[in-house]
């Protein structure tokens, strides 16, 4: 399935540390997302990766994408209590996105 | 701009009731996404509307799940006959032109 499955299931990091995150999927993508969802409720879209892209940065984020391994990775520096929430990776293919269960962070003061 | 409004918020029914859930995609988006979420999980995808083409329905569980867009741009699902297992976070999300996809705060279904 197209499904992005992350790694790990929940992640616990002090404030200040960085946490990574990491997405396998199974078939051929025009691009992967990464979103954010706090609380249960509505997803926040954090940044799209094109499958001719290798990297991408967004503030304190950057995002790396193989598709020769069919990847990406998740990485937010210099963690903030206000990062605390769910991350889901989402490849995107004809016009779907297909979402795992996500990555739980919990960032401690 | 305004974004993505779903109605109600919350939602708590008895178990046989119909329900209908509104979702109000932002103006101008021709692509619709209708997901579902139990506690939890990730989303499962249940329909998709794209101008007036015929939706993707293939993620809809059950023939008690129906979904409509009026004039390209409202939808309503619409459950009918709830059950216990139908209680999740229903989410709609519009797409513009590009691939992003733009999220409301979804309707909380609780089947009693």
């Known amino acids: 399935s197209q499904q992005g499955e992350e790694d790990p299931q929940a992640l616990s990091i002090q404030e200040g540390e960085n946490a990574t995150m990491n997405c396998s999927y199974k078939?051929?993508?025009?691009?992967l997302q990464w979103y954010r969802q706090n609380s249960g409720r509505g997803l926040v879209h954090l940044i799209l990766?094109?499958?001719?892209?290798r990297e991408k940065h967004s503030g304190r984020l950057r995002v790396t994408l193989d598709t020769s391994k069919k990847s990406s990775s998740l990485l937010i520096t210099a963690s903030r209590a206000a990062d605390t929430a769910s991350y889901f990776c989402?490849?995107?293919?004809?016009?779907?996105?297909?979402f795992g269960a996500g990555t739980t962070v919990t960032v401690r003061a | 701009g305004a974004g993505v409004s779903q109605s109600p918020s919350n939602k708590v029914t008895e178990k046989g009731k119909d329900v209908e859930l509104r979702c109000d995609p932002i103006?101008?988006?021709?692509?619709l996404y209708w997901y579902r979420q139990s506690l939890g999980q990730g989303l499962e995808f249940l329909i998709y509307?794209?101008?007036?083409?015929?939706?993707?329905k293939s993620g809809l569980p059950s023939d008690r799940f129906s979904a409509e867009r009026t004039g390209g741009s409202v939808s309503t699902l619409t459950i009918q006959r709830t059950q216990q297992e139908d209680s999740a976070v229903y989410l709609c999300?519009?797409?513009?032109?590009?691939?992003?996809?733009?999220f409301g705060p979804g309707t909380r279904l609780t089947v009693l």
């Open positions: 999300a519009s797409r513009d032109s590009g691939d992003t996809q733009y």
């Open positions: 078939t051929s993508i025009n691009n």
């Open positions: 990766i094109r499958s001719n892209e």
């Open positions: 989402a490849p995107f293919g004809r016009y779907k996105l297909s």
């Open positions: 103006s101008g988006h021709t692509a």
């Open positions: 509307f794209q101008g007036n083409s015929a939706p993707d």
